[in-house]
């Protein structure tokens, strides 16, 4: 077992202002949000996991790559729903995000040590107080290369993996 994953059960404090509202955007027929404040209120809501998409939504050229391949196809659409809270936490280049939401989604960046782009993390999240936040990884994933024309049922079959992975906690 990797540290990483030794420190499962980890607090992470976001610079977060009270007068910051979450953003929910319908994208072919998905409910992006943005805001952890509100994936967190969801996700015990609903008890899903998150589904973090770390991207470049301007300028990365595998991620409008991912999108166009996996989640615009009804079969990604029908799993998500099912399945997970969808999170975007975009990188761009020639837009500017709100202060609040540039810094929370740097934290997360660094938090789950993102390097490229398109990432996605499947993690569970719990709010402690107005900034903390509980978060238990439960794995990774990018574009699903070397699946020519079955990327979408390959990267399916990669995050259900990830759904069903028994997550052990660390012992303290």
């Not at 952890?36 to 008890?47: D, L, V, Y």
Request: net charge positive; with cysteine.
């Amino acid at each position: 077992m990797t540290p990483f994953y030794k420190i499962l059960l980890t607090s992470l404090v976001l610079l977060l202002s009270t007068g910051y509202t979450y953003a929910q955007e319908t994208k072919d027929g998905l409910d992006w949000y943005t805001d952890i404040t509100q994936i967190a209120k969801i996700s015990k809501e609903t008890n899903k996991p998150v589904f973090g998409f770390f991207t470049g939504s301007d300028w990365c050229g595998w991620c409008h790559k991912l999108e166009a391949d996996v989640i615009s196809k009804p079969g990604f659409k029908a799993w998500a729903k099912k399945n997970v809270i969808l999170m975007e936490l975009d990188f761009p280049r020639m837009k500017q995000l709100p202060e609040q939401l540039a810094q929370q989604n740097g934290s997360l960046q660094q938090f789950f040590h993102v390097q490229g782009y398109p990432t996605v993390w499947i993690f569970n999240i719990t709010q402690d107080s107005a900034t903390r936040f509980n978060i238990i990884p439960k794995g990774s994933l990018g574009y699903p290369a070397g699946h020519p024309g079955k990327e979408e049922t390959a990267f399916i079959h990669t995050a259900d993996s990830i759904l069903h992975r028994k997550v052990e906690l660390a012992k303290h």
